[in-house]
């Protein structure tokens, strides 16, 4: 069974810090990852989605990477805002009932 | 655009109730599902289906029915509710169901309390 890992669980920084979120798994039979953002109280919002043949995708101040080799991803934020506080959680898809969850980096950016 | 909806936004029921959680899409996707959202236990797939007329069981499906009838709607019964069923559900769906899936979309989730 794919098991994915977000490390940390949980990360504080200062406005304006460019921070990396990452994600590791263990299978790299993988249709595509997926990054989500998710307040409290609310539902998942997409952030950003890798298919398995590319390496990166890139959203404003957002940027994902996809190694499948070394079986990680990474999600990159520049300067940080306290609208950015959130949890984040990466997804990756295997096929159709296989979608993984990580449990989550849940991020605070001070102002 | 709406995307997914979900309601109620909020249910309390009694143990041994039945109910329905709604689930729309007006994106045309072939792909719903559900899961479940618990502390320390993150997002667990219920049922899910590829189109109309298909679905199919996910990791935690005992207690739960679904049908898909139509491409835009995904209804999610409990059959007898219990309180091990007190979660936040949230309902997605996505363009595709195998090596083209494209990205998926939540719904704002159901809270259910069950005492």
């Known amino acids: 069974k794919q098991e994915v890992t977000q490390i940390p669980a949980a990360l504080s920084v200062p406005e304006g810090e460019n921070l990396v979120l990452n994600c590791s798994f263990t299978?790299?039979?993988?249709?595509?990852l997926q990054w989500f953002r998710q307040d409290p109280g609310k539902g998942l919002t997409s952030l950003l989605l890798?298919?398995?043949?590319?390496r990166e995708q890139t959203s404003g101040r957002l940027n994902a990477s996809l190694d499948k080799s070394s079986g990680r991803s990474t999600l990159y934020i520049a300067a940080s805002q306290p609208g950015d506080s959130a949890t984040y959680l990466c997804a990756l898809r295997t096929g159709a009932n296989n979608l993984f969850f990580g449990t989550g980096t849940r991020l605070t950016v001070i102002p | 655009n709406a995307g997914v909806t979900q309601t109620p936004k909020f249910q309390v029921l009694k143990t041994g109730q039945s109910m329905t959680l709604q689930c729309a899409q007006d994106m045309n996707h072939e792909y719903m599902s559900w899961y479940r959202q618990d502390p320390g236990m993150g997002l667990r797939l219920i049922h899910y289906?590829?189109?109309?007329?298909?679905?199919d069981q996910g990791e935690v499906p005992n207690g739960y029915n679904v049908s898909r009838s139509t491409t835009e709607d995904f209804p999610l019964r409990l059959l007898s509710a219990a309180p091990s069923q007190t979660s936040v559900y949230f309902c997605a769906s996505s363009y595709g169901a195998g090596g083209q899936t494209g990205e998926l979309f939540f719904g704002e989730g159901s809270r259910l309390t069950v005492l």
């Open positions: 890798i298919q398995s043949s590319q």
């Open positions: 299978d790299s039979a993988i249709y595509n």
């Open positions: 289906s590829v189109g109309a007329g298909i679905t």
